[in-house]
């Protein structure tokens, strides 16, 4: 008779094999897109601000995503509404399989990025605008009032980018459903509508190329039915961001770099 840890092995190995004997669910020439939502949490970042009359940092501010809050209600409202889908914070991506298991893709990441107001900061630098003095560039604590600073991205923390991953199928039952594992990196642009108001001036909305990204992903995609999926991504991502729009004067202007953490959850077609 055969031993309990021989039938084991055996049914591991037959296992195995059936997953490796299926046809590849994500074969080369396949095209694929999907539609999700993301929540997202920011580091700490320095933000430089620079003008005529000022050039001060700003160290160490904090900041949080905006995501619209998940409810019944705002499922219908804003969610599922084509006239508001891109009111949460959401994610699009179309992709190609230029081999079996292996893809590249091109999307847009639409975060949103609200710094923390009233908070405490050091600051350093000097700024000669009226009402807002300081000509001392040591560093001083400064309260991120309104009347100071409010700083947002929330029209949004736009990401542009190109990407790449590789799939490891972990389970698959008949030509329909399986489930596997992904890992890929990617880099791309930052194209933000930027909410800037500094020193009670103007606001500048305008969408502008503000810098570039680059970021590493790992994710998990089931298989549903013919061609139907989900999955869900986390995303590790570092941005560059040295020319943000702070109002209608071309000299004007703040440069930050922030590290991310992204995580999306999604649903979508392959073909």
């Given at each position: 008779?055969?031993?309990?840890?021989?039938?084991?092995?055996?049914?591991?190995?037959?296992?195995c094999?059936?997953?490796?004997?299926?046809?590849?669910?994500r074969?080369?020439?396949?095209?694929?897109?999907?539609?999700?939502?993301?929540?997202?949490?920011?580091?700490?970042?320095?933000?430089?601000?620079?003008?005529?009359?000022?050039?001060?940092?700003?160290?160490?501010?904090?900041?949080?995503?905006?995501?619209?809050?998940f409810?019944i209600?705002?499922?219908?409202?804003?969610?599922?509404?084509?006239?508001?889908?891109?009111?949460p914070?959401?994610?699009?991506?179309?992709?190609?399989?230029?081999?079996?298991?292996?893809?590249?893709?091109?999307?847009?990441?639409?975060?949103?990025y609200?710094?923390?107001?009233?908070?405490?900061?050091?600051?350093?630098?000097?700024n000669?605008?009226n009402?807002?003095?300081?000509?001392?560039?040591?560093?001083?604590?400064?309260?991120?009032?309104?009347?100071?600073?409010?700083?947002?991205?929330?029209?949004?923390?736009?990401?542009?980018?190109?990407?790449?991953?590789?799939?490891?199928?972990?389970?698959?039952?008949?030509?329909?459903?399986?489930i596997?594992?992904?890992?890929?990196?990617?880099?791309?642009?930052?194209?933000?509508?930027?909410?800037?108001?500094?020193?009670?001036?103007?606001?500048?909305?305008?969408?502008?190329?503000?810098?570039?990204?680059?970021?590493?992903?790992?994710?998990?995609?089931?298989?549903?039915?013919?061609?139907?999926?989900?999955?869900?991504?986390g995303?590790?991502?570092?941005?560059?961001?040295?020319?943000?729009?702070?109002?209608?004067?071309?000299?004007?202007?703040?440069?930050?770099?922030?590290?991310?953490?992204?995580?999306?959850?999604?649903?979508?077609?392959?073909?």
């Amino acid at each position: 008779m055969k031993s309990p840890v021989s039938i084991a092995i055996l049914l591991m190995a037959s296992s195995c094999y059936s997953v490796a004997s299926e046809a590849a669910m994500r074969s080369q020439g396949d095209w694929y897109g999907y539609w999700g939502w993301n929540n997202a949490t920011y580091s700490d970042s320095d933000i430089h601000f620079e003008g005529d009359d000022y050039d001060f940092t700003l160290h160490n501010v904090s900041a949080k995503d905006h995501q619209t809050p998940f409810s019944i209600a705002q499922v219908f409202h804003s969610y599922l509404n084509p006239s508001r889908l891109t009111i949460p914070q959401y994610n699009w991506r179309f992709g190609y399989f230029v081999q079996d298991n292996w893809s590249v893709s091109l999307g847009w990441d639409h975060m949103k990025y609200v710094m923390v107001q009233d908070q405490t900061v050091s600051m350093t630098g000097t700024n000669d605008r009226n009402g807002f003095e300081k000509t001392d560039p040591a560093a001083e604590d400064v309260v991120l009032t309104e009347d100071f600073l409010t700083y947002e991205h929330t029209d949004g923390f736009n990401q542009i980018s190109l990407e790449t991953e590789a799939y490891l199928p972990l389970w698959q039952h008949g030509a329909d459903m399986d489930i596997a594992l992904f890992a890929g990196a990617g880099a791309g642009i930052m194209y933000p509508k930027s909410n800037v108001k500094l020193m009670s001036g103007d606001r500048n909305d305008e969408w502008h190329v503000a810098g570039y990204s680059t970021l590493v992903k790992i994710g998990v995609e089931a298989n549903l039915w013919q061609g139907l999926f989900v999955r869900f991504i986390g995303k590790y991502g570092y941005a560059n961001m040295n020319d943000v729009l702070t109002s209608h004067d071309s000299s004007d202007k703040a440069r930050q770099k922030i590290y991310y953490d992204e995580y999306i959850g999604a649903i979508g077609y392959r073909f």
